[in-house]
């Protein structure tokens, strides 16, 4: 496993690490449970994965419950945990208190990474950031890190910032919804920030394993753009590549796929179901794609645009 620094931090995080919305149980159907997350988890960590992604709104509490529960046998030192505040706890009490409430579901002291979950505009921002740099100031939480502001939003944040800094912008992005090519990316990198990639395996499509005649019926998923005849006819000849190169290099399409983001620099945090998809993603990290595989993979994911889909 190869280990990346988030921003400005000392956070030294596996660069594949666990998704945990999955855990929340809440719109991704019932083909596992709270046991098969735990140890996913528990074996994830056994191979060197250190980075937990959650949130107060996963199956609303739900997840941190049972992430908590899977690492509550591991030295609080070993695991960087995130997780999330959500709209519309925004006000200065509200994101103390959410605070607080994570801590007791996910049994910590502290969160390594506590980040807003979306843009709220309904609350000024600077009320907002001033709480997440309360908390810092008392301990309860590392590092401060955002999801889903474009670079006009985070430069705005950036010039509220008094004591600490944002370290990092959670966005989906993947092999297919690949905007933040075209911008953020570099936004972030000129800031030295960290762009943590949501939605990496574009929610299991680019695993390969789903067809026309086999789409997930999930609630999640059987409203996303991404799982209908047309678009998979559409991102056909991309699936196949991603399919040569796989067999080609001893890997899978979800490893290829995660790989790619590597490249590029992102953290990744896949969703997984079970320790065989969590150790599975696991093994995209430790070898790279070469130029000409990471060249065609942009050309095909341009030429199959869905962004507007
Ligand atoms: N900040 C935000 O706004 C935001 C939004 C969304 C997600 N997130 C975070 O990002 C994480 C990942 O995003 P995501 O869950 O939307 O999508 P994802 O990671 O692209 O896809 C996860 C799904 O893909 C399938 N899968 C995973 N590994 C696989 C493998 N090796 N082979 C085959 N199928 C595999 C599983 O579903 P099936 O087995 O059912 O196919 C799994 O539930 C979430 O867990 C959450 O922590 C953040």
């Not at 939480?141 to 999801?147: E, L, W």
């Not at 979800?254 to 065989?276: R, T």
Request: glycine fraction near 8%.
């Amino acid at each position: 496993m190869n280990y990346k620094v988030i921003g400005k931090s000392d956070m030294k995080v596996s660069e594949v690490g666990f998704g945990a919305w999955q855990a929340g149980r809440k719109g991704w159907g019932s083909d596992y449970d709270d046991e098969s997350i735990i140890e996913a988890i528990r074996r994830s960590v056994d191979a060197g994965l250190n980075y937990i992604d959650t949130a107060e709104t996963y199956g609303d509490g739900h997840s941190e419950e049972v992430v908590g529960r899977a690492i509550s046998s591991i030295p609080r030192e070993d695991i960087i945990i995130a997780t999330k505040v959500k709209p519309p706890h925004f006000t200065h009490d509200a994101v103390i208190k959410s605070a607080n409430e994570s801590m007791r579901r996910l049994g910590v002291k502290y969160i390594d990474h506590y980040q807003l979950h979306w843009p709220d505009t309904s609350v000024p921002v600077k009320e907002t950031l001033s709480a997440m740099e309360e908390l810092v100031d008392q301990g309860k939480v590392r590092y401060i890190g955002v999801c889903n502001y474009n670079a006009e939003e985070l430069e705005n944040m950036i010039s509220l910032m008094k004591r600490h800094e944002i370290v990092s912008d959670q966005v989906k992005y993947n092999i297919i919804d690949h905007d933040p090519e075209n911008g953020l990316m570099q936004f972030l990198a000129s800031r030295r920030m960290t762009l943590v990639a949501w939605s990496p395996i574009a929610k299991g499509l680019l695993s390969g394993k789903y067809t026309a005649e086999n789409l997930p019926k999930d609630d999640i998923r059987s409203r996303d753009r991404l799982f209908t005849k047309q678009a998979l006819a559409k991102i056909h000849p991309l699936l196949d590549y991603l399919r040569k190169v796989a067999a080609l290099r001893g890997k899978t399409m979800s490893q290829v796929s995660l790989n790619y983001l590597l490249c590029m620099g992102a953290e990744v945090i896949p969703g997984a179901k079970n320790a065989a998809q969590a150790l599975e993603n696991i093994g995209a990290s430790g070898w790279r794609l070469n130029g000409t595989e990471i060249s065609e993979i942009k050309k095909l994911a341009t030429s199959s645009d869905l962004s507007e889909a």
